[in-house]
């Protein structure tokens, strides 16, 4: 047998392959590849070209694992964040002869699991996680929830025990597909490796198609040593093989004349903007919409993106930590157009007293969310994209003179909430550091240029209020399951996804101590995250909780943590403190400067809260400005 | 904000009147698809009071006809979440359709020498069938709708009921139209 193993230590990327395509690549592009440009890159892009389309010679016989790699490339695939393990070591036995499949080894599968997912939200594409059966397929299990709630395109693959061994407890074995079953779009099992080209083809269309969302398969270790002569289907065959799935992608002809009528009408009308636009690339056709209609556009933690926030009908973000603006507009709204949202508790508070004068017109790819949450009054199932492209035509264009009343109060609304809320200073009370001007700042030093990746909690929501988003997908954050330790992993793999952006991972504390093995990610794999640890050593939002909803009854909220700067030390991964509103910007420029991964520890104010905050179970005209007699 | 006092409350989904639904669901028959269905109605907080399944007449697709109680808006948002199942080709609620509607029970009854002539006269007038016959015992076999069935039982508690098996409602729409040929496509 002679075969030439790729070697796995430098692997190419798309950054690699891109810059060999291009003459002169963008300044503000980075290699995450130490030897790019050289020979062996080149290689590497003749071995890919002859891959994808002369087909190859393999001078063995092939296998499961080959077929596995094979529609993994078809799909267009180039990264994969995985972990070995026994029984998907026949895998790694040939991933070495498919160097064109870039593998990073993470360091704990959940990162895994959140870098495909970050990596699939910047780019659109599915992301693809790897790991090997019992823990490291539970291990999985975090992020494929957290993608599954946000609606993100992912593949996860598993190892399993040989067949014959299923369900005889053997050494590393767990009901895998029992438990990602409830949480996932549709899970597999596969047992032969002539199954395998249908699966992985299924599950890639059925990842991306429709409401994206994970799709698991669990690969059984003789399935991927079985020989086998398995051709891959073709798409036309993949689809017809699913006779269960297909979704409705274009609106109803009736629905969208009667949503029409609803905007004639509407004196008071908002947009309620989410990820489904997102998804759908949608942005253009909502301006567009928006602009003829003269409607402003407010939009969910996950629509975050689907319209320049400097536009003058964006008008915020919304729900429990929204702009109080924004819940005004909503609250007093007598039309409701939601595109690709799905009134989500965090979003609507107390059902009863949602948005009281609105009647709603309610645009969702998933008909399961009509409906679900809150009654509507016209239901559209569709792609977001093609709804607005079909509406746009039907609605009569609007001249803004005649919402001059309505617009005098959003804007007079908007400056009232924007100047209370707001530390243009950079200090919070005794002049300590505040975590909003934090977040401006580092948009501003970005230029609104970067991918921002937030962790869960108090940072999650500074994020989405003060970095100023101008761009679709360059905001990345676990809304639906809320997964701390999100943050660095995620950014990671949107950093792979779009090499030509800076990626920030904005982390608490408490998130970035669960998850900050991968560090040793980013130094091995050249990937450049900045981190922006907001450290108040505290789980700041359970403190906020504690004192404002249980009576300040602060149990677990403090949360001592390491010296950040060491420990980033040890990785050798440069760090940078800040502590003081004027620290901030000099912090921000030097990990900007480095080439690679870079931390900043800013230690801001241990005790300030999120506001507005509208308590569970509250609406959204109970928001809470300030507490304990100080403005926050 | 409009100058008129505080609207009423808004409507929230599935609070309305409680009654039984009948769901037809038509699916691909294939490995897991009826814990696929049962753990979706688990999750979302569906309680199933009857599933019965079998193949249709083609081999691979299957045919399953689920009970439940719940109000309208509840049982629509069921029927849509099992329609996000990959495995599930149609799903219907056949509720005030016109339908058949049959279920199958054995009864094994508790029959002595001194009124065993009694149970089986009752067995008779209830359109039951005698499928066994034991020292101490009888196993009647009774089909009707749900409602006729608990009328049997009911009626031969008296007597005693050593076993119980039901199999749960069947359902088919009257006429000529077939939910099996309108599978979606």
Known sequence: M??????????????????????????????????????????VERARKGMLHEGRELKRTRIGADVLCEALLRQGVEVIFSYPGGVILPLYDVLGDYPELRHVLVRHEQGGAHAADGYARVTGRVGVCMGTSGPGATNLVTGIGTALLDSVPMVAITGNVPSALIGKDAFQEIDINGITLPMTKHNY??????????????????????????????????????????????????????????????????????????IAAARRPVILAGHGVLHAEAWDDLRAFAEKTQIPVAWTLLGIGVIDETHPLAYGYMGMHGWKHVNRAIQSADLLIAIGMRFDDRVTGNVRTYAPYARIVHVDIDPAEIGKNVAVEVPIVGDAGRVLRALTPLVD????????????????????????????SGAWRDGLLSADYVIERIGELTEHEATYVADVGQNQM??????????????VSSGGLGTMGFSVPAAMGAALGRPDRETWAITGDGGFQMTFQELMTLVADHIPVKIALLDNKKLGMIRQWQEIIYAGN???????????????????????????????????????????????????????????MMPAGKGLSDLIEKWGGAEE | MPAHSAPPPRALPGGGETRRHVLVAVVLNKPGVLNRVASLMRARNFNIDSLAVSHTDSDDVS????????????????????????????????????????????????????????????????????????????????????????????????YGIKELVRTGAVVMARGSGSIEEAIKR
């Open chain 1, 462 to 475: 500074w994020l989405a209020r003060y970095a100023g988003f101008r761009h679709p997908n360059t905001h």
């Open chain 1, 189 to 262: 099992l596969v047992r032969d490796a002539d199954d395998l080209p249908r699966v992985v083809a299924e599950a890639f269309h059925i990842a991306r198609t429709g409401r994206p969302g994970p799709v698991h398969i669990d690969i059984t270790k003789d399935a991927l040593q079985q020989e086998t002569r398995a051709e891959h289907p073709t798409d036309a065959e993949i689809v017809a093989g699913l006779p269960g799935f297909r979704p409705n992608l274009d609106g109803h002809g009736r629905q969208l004349k009667l949503a029409a009528a609803e």
């Open chain 2, 63 to 158: 045919r399953m006809t689920i009970t439940l109680h719940g109000d309208d808006v509840a049982v629509e948002q069921a029927a849509k979440q099992l329609y996000r199942l990959i495995d599930v080709l149609k799903v219907q609620d056949v509720t005030s359709e016109p339908t058949i509607q049959q279920e199958l029970a054995l009864v094994k009854i508790r029959a002595t020498d001194s009124n065993r002539s009694e149970v089986l006269k009752l067995v008779e007038l209830s359109r039951g069938r005698v499928v066994d016959l034991a020292d101490g015992s009888v196993i009647v076999e009774v089909t009707g709708t749900e409602s006729e069935i608990d009328a049997f039982v009911a009626l031969v508690r008296t």
């Open chain 1, 2 to 43: 002679t075969i030439t193993k790729g070697d796995p230590a430098h692997p190419p990327s798309p950054v690699a392959r891109a810059a060999t395509e291009r003459a002169t690549p963008p300044p503000t592009r980075r290699s995450h590849v130490p030897n790019e440009g050289s020979a062996e890159a080149a290689a």
């Open chain 1, 397 to 424: 264009p609007v001249d803004p003179a005649t919402r001059a009343d309505y617009f005098a109060q959003l804007t007079e609304w908007k400056a009232d909430s924007v100047a209370s809320s707001w530390h243009g």
């Open chain 1, 554 to 612: 602060y149990h677990s909220a403090n949360l001592p943590g390491p010296d950040f700067a060491k420990l980033a030390d040890a990785f050798g991964i440069p760090a940078f403190r800040a502590r003081t509103p004027g620290e901030v910007d000099d912090a921000i420029r030097a990990a900007q400067a480095v080439d690679g991964p870079a931390l900043i520890w800013f230690e801001i104010a241990e005790e300030q809260n999120v506001f507005p």
